[in-house]
């Protein structure tokens, strides 16, 4: 069965800071892996997705994630973190054909000023 | 372009007692989901519908949890009876196609509270 572990719970880094917030993930085959993100009443907003292709991707809002198959990893970065990126965010999976995604239990980021 | 409506965004009820959601995906979108976001966890989908068939269902606790999609637009999500567990916040989103690289469009959601 296809799962997420996002290690990290909460984090919180400096406004102007980088950022990285972890993904691993377990799925059989080629995965398709998604990073979203959500504000407070929110729903959630696509950041990037990563079907095939070249392993880093960008995204909206300054957003960017590396592939890493041999570490089955899928990790978040930004390299200066705004206020208004303080947030909760969800990476998932999802597999070739099957539209079900997979959501890890999430990372909130607080940004001190 | 409207995005995904969902009413009402808050509810509380008493355990025993029934409550529905309503969605309204983004137009011509045909693929619509339910997901259920418990305190901490990440959205868990709940069923899944295709124009106004269930594509999956494996994950909705079917003695209390029906959902429905009447003509294959707006869909309604209910529990009855309510439990403790079921607090929550259920989310509705709906894509074009039933493929996985196709983006998930999420409403803000509904909180609910059962007390």
């Known amino acids: 069965a296809q799962s997420v572990t996002q290690p990290d719970i909460h984090i919180t880094v400096s406004e102007g800071a980088s950022l990285e917030l972890r993904c691993n993930y377990s799925?059989?085959?080629?995965?398709?892996l998604f990073w979203y993100v959500q504000s407070p009443g929110q729903g959630l907003q696509l950041l990037l997705k990563?079907?095939?292709?070249?392993?880093l991707v960008q995204g909206i809002k300054g957003f960017e994630a590396e592939f890493k198959r041999s570490q089955s990893s899928f990790n978040l970065r930004k390299p200066s973190v705004h206020w208004s990126d303080a947030a909760e965010y969800f990476c998932?999976?999802?597999?070739?054909?099957?539209?079900?995604?997979?959501f890890g239990t999430g990372t909130r980021l607080t940004i001190i000023p | 372009e409207a995005g995904v409506a969902q009413s009402p965004r808050y509810k509380i009820i008493e355990k025993r007692q029934s409550v529905a959601f309503w969605c309204n995906p983004i137009?011509?979108?045909?693929?619509l989901y339910w997901y259920q976001q418990i305190l901490g966890q990440g959205p868990k989908l709940l069923i899944q519908?295709?124009?106004?068939?269930?594509?999956?269902d494996s994950q909705l606790p079917k003695d209390r949890f029906s959902a429905e999609r009447l003509k294959g637009v707006d869909s309604t999500l209910k529990i009855q009876p309510a439990k403790l567990e079921d607090s929550a916040v259920y989310l509705c989103?709906?894509?074009?196609?039933?493929?996985?690289?196709?983006?998930?469009?999420f409403g803000p959601g509904t909180r609910l509270t059962v007390l």
């Open positions: 989103a709906s894509s074009l196609v039933t493929q996985a690289y196709n983006e998930q469009f």
């Open positions: 799925y059989g085959a080629t995965p398709y």
């Open positions: 990563y079907f095939s292709g070249d392993t």
């Open positions: 998932a999976v999802g597999g070739d054909g099957n539209e079900k995604l997979t």
């Open positions: 137009s011509g979108h045909a693929t």
């Open positions: 519908f295709q124009n106004n068939g269930v594509v999956d």
